[in-house]
């Protein structure tokens, strides 16, 4: 029995993005029925059914392998040489491709079947690049503006965390919460894909999605902390990403941000957000802190912590003023960073006021010291003085008492 590749994952995100991704090749490879299999979800997309037909064909793929590997071989090589075609027209990146083989490359390897990936993979083009780009500031306000509070919600928290867009699909109202400075909502603090294994990591969204939110959570009356994050308008049920994305671009189209329908636009519809927050965040963070808050592998022993260090919570807040959409956030963000530095000037110059002080205490109470001593000494001065004129009294006596002893012996001699 094959065991297909996304039964070794534990992540049911990882799962899906393993057998999302195994279509391209399948389908290349005519092991499903393209009528079975939508890319984008439209009339007749059913989820079940494409399921089924994705592991029937990687199925058939595995036991075509394992009898024919030069054949399965040539099918990879063939798909990449198309792939690379597309490479070269900057519609797919060289990532994209190697992502698209990950689940193959596992099926090949649970299932013992040898198949050597060094040359293959050294095929793939890496010198083309997706022609893609982020959304400007102005364009993310005009999306922000015209779009209903629930997609409102979607929009600030992906341009300021760079979350993408199916993390709404296991996001709970208990995984957004305030993060709080001496007391002071500062920002929000987000828990992406909670409970999925490695797949959960912690990030931070502006205090102006913060606010945006808890706006949201008041209209919907304060629901259950298992309650999904954004909530169709029944609010018992989540609005799934796919939808999410479909309301954008409606947006989109009702902004004339998009004008004309073509394979791939100047900005993904969902994905231009997270490059605006990319962009955006590494011209005010280090990068290893902007890529650990997108959920990136940053290759350090940090990584495995999810949870925040100090110093990209900082370095976020610095961030923020310039990941806010309103402008006046963005200006109450820049004031209230004006008001602590003057806050803090000020407190400087009250601790050097109450030192200078201080030391004025300190030289009077010196002073009063001197005072004493000096007031001591001229006590004892005045003592001595007294002393003096009470000896110079007894010499003086001490005279007259040898004149009239002289002067008796001397009539003493007279009379004799």
């Known amino acids: 029995m094959e065991t297909l590749p996304w039964e070794a994952l534990k992540s049911p995100v990882s799962r899906s ?15 499903v029925d393209p009528r079975l299999i939508h890319h984008k979800p439209g009339p007749g997309f059913a989820i079940k059914e494409e399921n089924e037909e994705i592991e029937r064909g990687m199925r058939r793929f595995i036991d075509d392998a394992r009898r024919d590997p030069q054949g399965a071989r040539s099918l990879i090589l063939g798909f990449i040489n198309e792939m690379n075609m ?17 689940p193959f490359r596992l099926a090949l390897d649970l299932n013992d079947i040898p198949f050597s990936w060094k040359n ?34 979607a929009i600030l928290f992906m341009a300021s965390s760079g979350i993408r867009i199916g993390a709404f699909d296991f996001l709970r109202v208990r ?31 502006s205090r102006e999605a913060y606010d945006t939110w808890t706006e949201y959570m008041k209209i919907r009356g304060n629901p259950l902390p298992d309650a999904p994050a954004i909530a169709s308008r029944s609010g018992r049920a989540g609005v799934k990403a796919t939808t999410l994305k479909n ?40 990068e290893p802190y902007v890529e650990k808050l997108m959920g990136h592998d940053t290759g350090t022993k940090e990584h495995y912590d999810r949870h925040l260090p100090k110093p990209a919570i900082e370095q976020y807040l610095r961030a923020m003023p310039f990941l806010s959409i309103s402008e006046a956030y963005r200006q109450v963000t820049v004031l209230e960073k004006q008001l602590e530095k003057a806050e803090g000037q000020n407190r400087q110059e009250m601790t050097e006021l109450r030192l200078q002080v201080l030391e004025s205490e300190r030289k009077q109470r010196e002073l009063e010291k001197d005072r004493e001593q000096l007031r001591l000494t001229t006590i004892e001065m005045e003592s001595l003085k007294k002393r003096l004129a009470a000896l110079g ?20 001699d007279d009379r004799a």
């Open 120 to 153: 293959p993979l050294r095929l793939i083009h890496v010198h083309g690049t997706v022609k893609d780009r982020e959304y400007t500031l102005d364009e993310v306000r005009l999306m922000a503006a015209k779009a209903a509070l629930p997609a409102r919600v």
């Open 247 to 286: 309301v954008l671009n409606k947006i989109a189209w009702r902004t004339g941000l998009r004008k004309e329908k073509k394979k791939r636009h100047e900005v993904q519809i969902a994905h231009g957000f997270r490059k605006f927050y990319d962009n955006v965040a590494k011209d005010y963070m280090d």
């Open 393 to 412: 009294d007894l010499e003086k006596r001490q005279e007259e008492t040898n004149r009239a002893i002289r002067e008796l012996r001397r009539l003493v």
């Open 17 to 31: 993005n393993y057998r999302r991704k195994s279509r391209w090749l399948l389908e290349y490879g005519g092991y």
């Open 86 to 102: 597309r490479i070269d027209a900057g519609e797919i990146s060289h990532d994209s491709v190697k992502s698209v083989l990950k």
């Open 175 to 205: 995984d957004v919460a305030p993060l709080e400075i001496d007391g002071k909502v500062v920002c929000g603090r987000l828990t992406v894909y909670a409970g999925e294994g490695h797949d959960e990591y912690e990030t931070l969204i």
